[in-house]
């Protein structure tokens, strides 16, 4: 069984920032993409960022030149550098994970329970 929790969300004021993490945990043999999503009120849950295994990354254009994605291999863990907050960045942000076990010819899906991030203007 894996587990993924997000934590560092919060209340900030524009222009400011946040750090997200995500740490994987339980019985973890290979991850591949690590990635933030976010889904705000009325709104589709969409891409915000992915880092894969070796470090190549992929950012919604809504987001780039603010927000950087960064992932420890040795912790399970992905974080998300978001700067010069807007409002718009508003929503819930949910990390997802691609991991496949042992003994296992398949990757699957593993989310978080999400964690809200609220701008203020």
């Known amino acids: 069984q894996v587990h993924v929790v997000e934590s560092g969300g919060g209340l900030v004021q524009a222009g400011g920032s946040l750090r997200l993490s995500c740490a994987a945990s339980g019985s973890i043999f290979s991850i591949n993409v690590m990635g933030w999503y976010r889904q705000a009120p009325g709104k589709q849950r969409e891409l915000v960022a992915r880092i894969l295994s070796g470090g190549n990354t992929n950012y919604a254009d809504s987001v780039k030149g603010r927000f950087t994605i960064s992932r420890d291999n040795a912790k399970n863990t992905v974080y998300l550098q978001m700067n010069s907050l807007k409002p718009e960045d508003t929503a819930i942000y949910y990390c997802?994970?691609?991991?496949?076990?042992?003994?296992?010819?398949?990757?699957?899906?593993?989310w978080g329970q999400g964690t809200q991030v609220t701008v203020s203007s």
């Open positions: 997802k994970i691609d991991h496949r076990g042992y003994s296992d010819t398949y990757w699957q899906d593993y």
